[in-house]
Nanobody
Framework: QVQLVESGGGLVQPGGSLRLSCAAS????????MGWYRQAPGKERELVAT???????NYAYFVKGRFTISRDDVKNTVHLQMNSLKSEDTAVYYC?????????WGQGTQVTVSS
C-alpha cells in the first residue's frame, strides 16, 4: 500500500505561479514513476507530467515550458512547479504512482486560475 497526500493548491490570478507537493508513504520501495494528472469539470482526467527514479521527465504538450516536475527521494516527495498559469489550467490536480502493479492516487488538490 502506498499513500499519497497532495498540498499546495489554491486560487491564483492568470500569469501567476503555484507549487504543488505530494508526499508518499507506505510501501514506497517499489515506486519508479511518479506523476501529476488533472481533471477539470466535465472533462476526463489527463496526464500533466511524470518523472522516473532516473529523473527522466515527460510533459503534456499544454504545460511544456510552463510546468516543472521534480522529486526528492530522501523526503519521498514529488513537486509540480506551475508558472504562467492560465484559466484553462483550473482543475483538481492528482498525484499518481504505480507500485507493485497497482495504481495509487492522492485525494486531489484544487487549483483555480481566475482574476
Amino acid at each position: 500500500q502506498v499513500q499519497l497526500v497532495e498540498s499546495g493548491g489554491g486560487l491564483v490570478q492568470p500569469g501567476g505561479s503555484l507549487r504543488l507537493s505530494c508526499a508518499a508513504s507506505g510501501s514506497i520501495s517499489n515506486i519508479n514513476v511518479m506523476g501529476w494528472y488533472r481533471q477539470a469539470p466535465g472533462k476526463e482526467r489527463e496526464l500533466v507530467a511524470t518523472i522516473t527514479s532516473a529523473r527522466v521527465t515527460n510533459y503534456a504538450y499544454f504545460v511544456k515550458g510552463r510546468f516543472t516536475i521534480s522529486r526528492d527521494d530522501v523526503k519521498n516527495t514529488v513537486h509540480l512547479q506551475m508558472n504562467s498559469l492560465k484559466s484553462e489550467d483550473t482543475a483538481v490536480y492528482y498525484c499518481h504512482t504505480l507500485a507493485g502493479g497497482y495504481n495509487y492516487w492522492g485525494q486531489g488538490t484544487q487549483v483555480t486560475v481566475s482574476s
